[in-house]
Structure formats: structure tokens, C-alpha cells
């Protein structure tokens, strides 16, 4: 059950990150790590708060992987 509510959240979050203008397979998290990184506005401190610490870092190291595989492909 744990297991199933882990990838129900991570598909939720890449659904709302790309409702409200994100990249395809790019979590919440990942996309306001960015944010930060492009000195934008961004929630990490409050993300990373809640999930704890770097949380949103991992994501968009994750997701940067991610995104070399499948342009390798």
C-alpha cells in the first residue's frame, strides 16, 4: 500500500505541475527547484519543509536523469 501511494503522489504532482504549465514528467517539486535556480519565485523553503530537507533538490536531480535518458532514446 505504501508503495501505491508513493507513485499515486508522484503522478499527482506531475499532473498538476503540467496543468499549470510545467514540463512533461517534471514534479512540483522539480519545477520550483528550477524556479530557484532561475532566481524566480519559487516554494522550496516550504517544500522542503514539509518533506524534508532537499527534497525538492533530489526531484530535479532525479528528473534531470530522467529527461537525459529519454532524449537519449
Excluded at 27 to 40: G, H, I, M, P, V
Aim: proline share 0%.
Amino acid at each position: 500500500m505504501h508503495v501505491y501511494c508513493y507513485k499515486l503522489a508522484i503522478a499527482t504532482s506531475i499532473f498538476f505541475n503540467v496543468l499549470i504549465g510545467g514540463r512533461n514528467n517534471q514534479t512540483f517539486s522539480a519545477r520550483n527547484y528550477q524556479r530557484k535556480l532561475d532566481s524566480e519565485k519559487n516554494l522550496c523553503h516550504g517544500i522542503d519543509y514539509i518533506l524534508g530537507d532537499d527534497h525538492c533538490l533530489e526531484c530535479w536531480q532525479r528528473w534531470c536523469i530522467i529527461k537525459q535518458v529519454l532524449r537519449d532514446e
